[in-house]
């Protein structure tokens, strides 16, 4: 167990519709990462918050937006879904200070099935 | 932007034997090169890491050795088990005030044969 907890573990919708997907980060943790993971196109990182802020983003597309709320919790919102957005979709979290680089630690991950 | 390229896609090897996985990455900037291994349906699980300033790093039969000239860094897994069959994952990453997001390579199957 890496101490990160998402929810929920599976989700099925359909084509159009919208979701959010939940992340709490491990005791301690300020930055929050998220990566969606597809057979074709693998491991990809999608956006990072640090502290409430975004810090980094990714190939993200316009109908996906995250946030991190003052409890350092964050949220993946998806919308006007489409089947090729059925992923697994995981949350990670670091310490990060002044720039410095540390260990990502993944949770368990939301799958995500678009019919 | 950064581009991780991993091989060999499949490696099957023979209980008690080594395995190697080899990553190249693109840009030199990079300085973190953490390895994942992610069994089936599973979370990426952290296994070791090396940052630039090292070349070589070991935890019991896991090693990892970077190659910052050639841009390249490698997985050694000796004395293979059973349960070291799953999927690794190598990634790079750039230290940045801004962040530091992870670029992973393809990932590598491993099967470890009884």
């Known amino acids: 167990d890496s101490g990160v907890t998402q929810t929920p573990k599976h989700l099925i919708t359909a084509t159009g519709q919208r979701v959010t997907l939940r992340c709490s980060p491990r005791?301690?943790?300020?930055?929050v990462y998220w990566y969606q993971q597809s057979l074709d196109q693998g491991l990809q990182f999608l956006i990072q918050?640090?502290?409430?802020?975004?810090?980094a983003k990714g190939n993200i597309l316009e109908r996906f937006s995250a946030q991190q709320f003052p409890d350092l919790h964050s949220e993946l919102n998806l919308s006007s879904l489409e089947l090729g957005d059925s992923a697994l979709y995981f949350c990670?979290?670091?310490?990060?200070?002044?720039?410095?680089?540390?260990?990502?630690?993944f949770g368990p991950g939301t799958r995500l099935t678009v019919t | 932007g950064e581009n991780v390229e991993q091989h060999p896609s499949t490696l099957s090897v023979q209980e008690g034997d080594s395995a190697v996985i080899k990553c190249t990455y693109s840009d030199s900037a990079s300085n973190y090169f953490p390895w994942y291994k992610q069994e089936l349906g599973k979370r990426p699980q952290l296994i070791i890491d090396?940052?630039?300033?090292?070349g070589e790093k070991k935890d019991q039969r896991i090693a990892v050795t970077l190659n910052k000239t050639a841009k390249h860094f490698s997985l050694h897994i000796t004395e293979t088990q059973p349960e070291d069959s799953a999927v690794y994952f190598c990634a790079a990453s750039i230290r940045k005030a801004a962040g530091n997001k992870l670029t992973f390579g393809g990932g590598t199957r491993v099967l470890v044969k009884p």
């Open positions: 090396i940052r630039s300033n090292v």
């Open positions: 990670a979290s670091s310490v990060q200070f002044q720039g410095s680089v540390y260990e990502q630690y």
């Open positions: 005791s301690g943790d300020l930055s």
């Open positions: 918050y640090y502290n409430g802020e975004e810090r």
